[in-house]
Nanobody
Framework: QVQLVESGGGSVQPGESLRLSCGAAGIIFSSTTMAWYRQAPGKQRESVASISSTGTTVYTDSVKGRFTISRDNAKNTVFLQMNSLQPEDTAVYYC??????????WGQGTQVTVSS
């Protein structure tokens, strides 16, 4: 059974930081591309960042220079370090796994709220 469990969300003020974590079970993590998505109220879910099994990273333009995705294969965990958070970053953040055998899995999401 595949499980992706996000943590680290919360409420912060503009300019502050948060670090999201996503622990994975039931997949061969080291060969899996991992990604973070977010969905703001009334908007479509969008890709935020991804990291391949070889460590190649991709970011959406709005978070470049502020967010960093990383992974720890020994702990089956992917991280999203979010700095200089802005109100427009407010969303539910989801972890997604793209396995080497063509399956995709989602976590349950964690809320990030940025407000003064």
């Amino acid at each position: 059974q595949v499980q992706l469990v996000e943590s680290g969300g919360g409420s912060v003020q503009p300019g502050e930081s948060l670090r999201l974590s996503c622990g994975a079970a039931g997949i061969i993590f080291s060969s899996t591309t991992m990604a973070w998505y977010r969905q703001a109220p009334g908007k479509q879910r969008e890709s935020v960042a991804s990291i391949s099994s070889t460590g190649t990273t991709v970011y959406t333009d709005s978070v470049k220079g502020r967010f960093t995705i990383s992974r720890d294969n020994a702990k089956n965990t992917v991280f999203l370090q979010m700095n200089s958070l802005q109100p427009e970053d407010t969303a539910v953040y989801y972890c997604r796994a793209f396995t080497s055998y063509g399956r995709t899995f989602w976590g349950q999401g964690t809320q990030v709220t940025v407000s003064s």
